[in-house]
Structures are given as C-alpha cells and as structure tokens.
C-alpha cells in the first residue's frame, strides 16, 4: 500500500512560483501513475496534471497548460509539480494522487490513494 506526503505548498503573489513535492512509500511507486488534483473548500476534487508510470506521458487540465510541469524521479520515489505564473484562482489545497492509470478524465472518487494535501494561496 502506498502512503504520499506532500510538501512545497505556501504564499505566494500573482506571477510567482511554487515546487510542490510528494515522496511516495512503497514499492508500488514506480510502477504507478501519479497526478496532482486541488481542491477549493466544498466544491469537488478536481484534476491538475498526471503522469504515466515512466514520465513519458502526461496531462494536464486545460486551466494549468503552459504554466504547470509534473514531472517525477522513480529513483527517489518523488513526484513533483512545478508551478508558474501562478493566479489567484489556483489557491486551493494541492492533493497528491496515485493509482494504476490516470488521466485527465479520471475523477477523483476513483483514485485509490491520497496525500494529506498542501495549502497553496496566491495573492493578487
């Protein structure tokens, strides 16, 4: 079972930048497929950016193109999302994903293991 802890996370004004890490337990890591969804107060989890089990494949939600890399190194069982140009609608709580496949469709109910999230709030 893999367990994901998330750090990186802060404040930080319009434009600026954030390195959100998860170090991921477990053998299974490199064999999994990683994603980083966030999550504004109630309203639903939703997709940030994936990457397959090699890092040859990604996704990333239409709202983060351009400005978001995922990147990851099975060598130390880390994932990463390197944020730039951040905006005040990305302040959310940054949550760490990791199943067998996920893409850009996949909800977040059918995600089998989290992180504990991290907060990050851009001022504008």
């Known amino acids: 079972q893999l367990q994901l802890v998330e750090s990186g996370g802060g404040l930080v004004q319009a434009g600026g930048s954030l390195r959100l890490s998860c170090v991921v337990s477990g053998r299974a890591f490199s064999a999994s497929a990683m994603g980083w969804y966030r999550q504004v107060r109630q309203l639903d989890r939703e997709f940030v950016a994936s990457?397959?089990?090699?890092?040859?494949?990604?996704y990333y939600a239409d709202s983060v193109k351009g400005r978001f890399t995922i990147s990851r190194d099975n060598t130390k069982n880390t994932v990463f999302l390197q944020m730039n140009s951040l905006k005040p609608e990305d302040t959310a709580v940054y949550y760490c994903?990791?199943?067998?496949?996920?893409?850009?469709?996949?909800?977040?109910?059918?995600?089998?293991?989290w992180g504990q999230g991290t907060q990050v709030t851009v001022s504008s």
């Open positions: 990457i397959n089990w090699s890092g040859e494949t990604t």
């Open positions: 994903a990791a199943d067998h496949r996920i893409t850009d469709n996949t909800r977040a109910t059918a995600i089998s293991a």
